[in-house]
Each structure stands twice: as C-alpha cells, then as structure tokens.
Nanobody, 120 residues
Framework: QVQLVESGAGGVQTGGSLRLSCTVSGDIYATNTMGWYRQVPGKQRELVAWITGGGTPTYTTVAQGRFTISRDFAKNTIYLQMDSLQPEDTGVYYC??????????????WGQGTRVTVSS
C-alpha cells in the first residue's frame, strides 16, 4: 500500500526552525512532483513549495526567503526546512505527491498532516 509518511511536527518560539519530512512508503514505479501545503487557522489550504521529479524547487510567497524544500531521491523523501518561523506559520502542513504507481498508473497522494506551532 502506497502512502506518504510525514514527520517533524513540533512547537518552537518565534524565530525558531523546524524541518519536516515526507517519505513515500510502498512500492512505486517513479515519483514526479512533490510539494508542501499548509492550512493555518481560518484559511483554506495553501501551497507552500514544490519540487519537481528532476529536483527543481519552486516557492510561493509564503515560503520565499525562509523555507527550503529539498529532495533525497534515494530515500524517496522530501524535506521542508523552515527558518525564521512566525506565529502566523502555525498550522497543519501536508505533503502531496504525484506518483507513478505503475508505469501506466499516475495518482496523487496526501500525507496525514504535521502540526507546527509557533509561539510568540
């Protein structure tokens, strides 16, 4: 069974850092784009950053300058390094992956969500 397993939840003070991880578990043919979304209180889920199957990162304004997305191809894992965290970054962070489950079957998967709390 293919699933995305997230880790790295935690609480930090303003200005602190956290690193989230998302690992593809199960047998797949290939991974394409993977990314991070978040849902902060009172807002809809929003895109934070994504990284292509070739390793090219792209950031939204949410992440620009503070967050870094990276990928370990050997481990089928992506990371989100979050620095200079602010209270408004508090929320649940979700990993999303575009996977080739088989050579001809392409599916999207979501992680279970990882809670990030930033206190002032």
């Amino acid at each position: 069974q293919v699933q995305l397993v997230e880790s790295g939840a935690g609480g930090v003070q303003t200005g602190g850092s956290l690193r989230l991880s998302c690992t593809v578990s199960g047998d797949i043919y290939a991974t394409n784009t993977m990314g991070w979304y978040r849902q902060v209180p009172g807002k809809q889920r929003e895109l934070v950053a994504w990284i292509t199957g070739g390793g090219t990162p792209t950031y939204t304004t949410v992440a620009q300058g503070r967050f870094t997305i990276s990928r370990d191809f050997a481990k089928n894992t992506i990371y989100l390094q979050m620095d200079s965290l602010q209270p408004e970054d508090t929320g649940v962070y979700y990993c999303k992956a575009d996977l080739l489950v088989t050579m001809s079957e392409r599916r999207e998967f979501w992680g279970q969500g990882t809670r990030v709390t930033v206190s002032s």
